[in-house]
């Protein structure tokens, strides 16, 4: 009864805690961080991502990647495939939906201006060898455990449950 009245009762608590150990001056220094760490992003790239919106930005940026994918094929898919393999948490993508090819990139308030330069560099690696190695881009990732997924089928065979593969050895 508790949750159809109250929602996520859990997530309130989370939330909660969250701005209690904050304080209300915390709360203004986090949010002025987000805010500041977007921008920062927004500027740094807006010179090879194009930016639908074109101007300050609030706790997230979009750009698109149309430009890639006109100019080379590659798309906000292979874009943050690539980005994984920087070791980089990839950007949502498609989203929102009146964007063509959207990046949306939302750093957090806890990001490093090391972090942030970090993600712009590769961010702008990956435009780089759009141009140079479009079908390098396309097939990223390429540094990490499971290669590029085919997403198409992967939603028409789910597989929702697990089986230990033959020969992994699987013991504890």
Request: glycine letters at 6%; one cysteine or more; charged letters at 30%.
């Amino acid at each position: 009864q508790m949750r159809t009245f109250g929602g996520n009762f859990g997530m309130h608590v989370r939330a909660y805690a969250y701005i209690r150990a904050n304080g209300d001056a915390g709360l203004r220094q986090v949010t002025d961080d987000a805010v500041l760490a977007a921008n920062y992003l927004r500027v740094s790239l807006d010179d090879d991502y194009d930016l639908p919106f074109d101007r300050v930005c609030k706790h997230e940026v979009v750009f698109s990647a149309r430009r890639q994918k006109r100019e080379s094929g590659v798309t906000a898919l292979d874009i943050a495939k690539a980005i994984l393999d920087e070791g980089i948490h990839p950007p949502t993508i498609y989203f929102p939906l009146i964007v063509d090819e959207a990046l949306m990139i939302e750093p957090t308030e806890t990001e490093t201006m090391a972090d942030l330069d970090r993600f712009a560099e590769a961010m702008l690696a990956i435009d780089r060898e759009s141009i140079e190695d479009p079908e390098g881009v396309k097939r990223a990732p390429t540094r990490t455990p499971v290669r590029r997924l085919d997403e198409a089928r992967a939603a028409r065979s789910l597989v929702l449950t697990w089986q230990e593969l033959e020969g992994s050895g699987g013991g504890a």
